[in-house]
Each structure stands twice: as structure tokens, then as C-alpha cells.
T-cell receptor, first 117, second 116 residues
Framework: GAVVSQHPSRVICKSGTSVKIECRSL??????MFWYRQFPKQSLMLMAT?????????EQGVEKDKFLINHASLTLSTLTVTSAHPEDSSFYIC?????????????FGQGTRLTVV | AQKITQTQPGMFVQEKEAVTLDCTYD???????LFWYKQPSSGEMIFLIY??????QNATEGRYSLNFQKARKSANLVISASQLGDSAMYFC?????????????FGRGTSLIVHP
């Protein structure tokens, strides 16, 4: 099956610093990638839809300047958490859909556990 | 708008027995897909099974089967012969296939614990 690689899997950073999370589709082209945030024992909350070559579409309540999304190529999207604070600590996970196979599942990365101290 | 409802926050099952995880949905899209994912404590999302809204037969993948009742708008996951490794969170998801959005909506999840 298709593979999506997300890096890093875990990161601990100091309050006030920025953290970049990468999401790569390894064997297919992903014109659209999704970024989710998940709190413990809760569902996935869609943060934004990342479109290759254009600006991301953010969900209501998600700060665009706080969570910068760049989708520079058909295989890479990045999420940068800027000026991180302890309340940004969470599990972030990306997913991508195969542009060539629209009627298929979304493939997920391994997720990134962010801890801001 | 799409909506997915998983009413069981937690389920317990004895090893080797079957278990059904409930999922109901609501959508105005004429064409859609329904998915189930498993999320173990490691956090990764593992795809289990897919059902298209126009598929005539219920989907099956090994020990997983999807009891799709379109008129009732339900897509329950049945796990046969439960194993200890099945203990995890399970999420039902709806994907609209018409209209071009292709943005999946996830349910709140069901925590499954398999007892030895």
C-alpha cells in the first residue's frame, strides 16, 4: 500500500521556539494533504487542508500565523508550529490521498508527539 | 455537511470472541466512502476496511467485515475471533466522493479492550 512518512515522531522543544514537522508521500503524488491534531483519548481534529502550490485552507479556530503550512511539491507538506507554548503540546498527524486513486482511503503518517516545555 | 457518530466510547470483549463496533453517519452526498481505522497506543493510524456507498456487497478483509446498512445509514465494524493485539482505538470515517472536497470526517472513536 501507499506510504506516508512523517518526521519527527517525537520532539521536545522549549517554549518560544518553532518546530517543523514534515509529511512525505513516498510512492504517490498527493495534491492534497491534511493536518490533524489529536488530544489524548479524543478524535482527530482537522486543522487544515494543504494544497500543492497554493495556500492552505484552515479550519475555523485554527491560527494561520501559529500553524504555518507549506505544500511546496506533490510529495511534501510541512507544518511549522511557531513560537510554541505548552498548550501546543499534542499529537499531530498528517494524511494524504492518492491523486490518481480518488476513491481510496487516506494514508496516514506515523504522527508527531510534540511536547513544549 | 457530514457527520459520523460512534456511540460506544469503550468496549470489552473476550479473546477469540466476535465484537461489533457501531458507526452511524449522515451525509447529503450521493456518493461516499466509509472507512475504519485502528489506532494502537503508538499513535499510528492503520487502515482496516473500506465500503463504497454503491458497493452491493459488504466489505470484508480477513477478520474484519463491515455491516453496511445504507437505509439505516450505519456501517458497523465486525471483528471476528478477537486477539489481544486488537486492543486499540477504532475510528470510523466518512469521505464524500462527489462535489470535489474529498475531506474525510472522523467519529469520536471507540476504545476496544480484549481480555485474555
Amino acid at each position: 500500500g501507499a506510504v506516508v512518512s512523517q518526521h519527527p515522531s517525537r520532539v521536545i522543544c522549549k517554549s518560544g521556539t518553532s518546530v517543523k514537522i514534515e509529511c512525505r508521500s513516498l510512492d504517490f503524488q498527493a495534491t492534497t494533504m491534511f493536518w490533524y491534531r489529536q488530544f489524548p483519548k479524543q478524535s482527530l481534529m482537522l486543522m487544515a487542508t494543504s494544497n500543492e502550490g497554493s495556500k492552505a485552507t484552515y479550519e475555523q479556530g485554527v491560527e494561520k500565523d501559529k500553524f504555518l503550512i507549506n505544500h511546496a511539491s506533490l510529495t511534501l507538506s510541512t507544518l511549522t508550529v511557531t513560537s510554541a507554548h505548552p498548550e501546543d503540546s499534542s499529537f499531530y498527524i498528517c494524511s494524504a490521498r492518492d491523486h490518481g486513486r480518488p476513491n481510496t482511503e487516506a494514508f496516514f503518517g506515523q504522527g508527531t508527539r510534540l511536547t513544549v516545555v | 455537511a457530514q457527520k459520523i457518530t460512534q456511540t460506544q466510547p469503550g468496549m470489552f470483549v473476550q479473546e477469540k470472541e466476535a465484537v461489533t463496533l457501531d458507526c452511524t453517519y449522515d451525509t447529503s452526498d450521493p456518493s461516499y466512502g466509509l472507512f475504519w481505522y485502528k489506532q494502537p497506543s503508538s499513535g499510528e493510524m492503520i487502515f482496516l476496511i473500506y465500503q463504497g456507498s454503491y458497493d452491493q456487497q459488504n466489505a470484508t478483509e480477513g477478520r474484519y467485515s463491515l455491516n453496511f446498512q445504507k437505509a439505516r445509514k450505519s456501517a458497523n465494524l465486525v471483528i471476528s475471533a478477537s486477539q489481544l493485539g486488537d486492543s486499540a482505538m477504532y475510528f470510523c470515517a466518512l469521505l464524500p466522493l462527489s462535489g470535489g472536497s474529498y475531506i474525510p470526517t472522523f467519529g469520536r472513536g471507540t476504545s476496544l479492550i480484549v481480555h485474555p
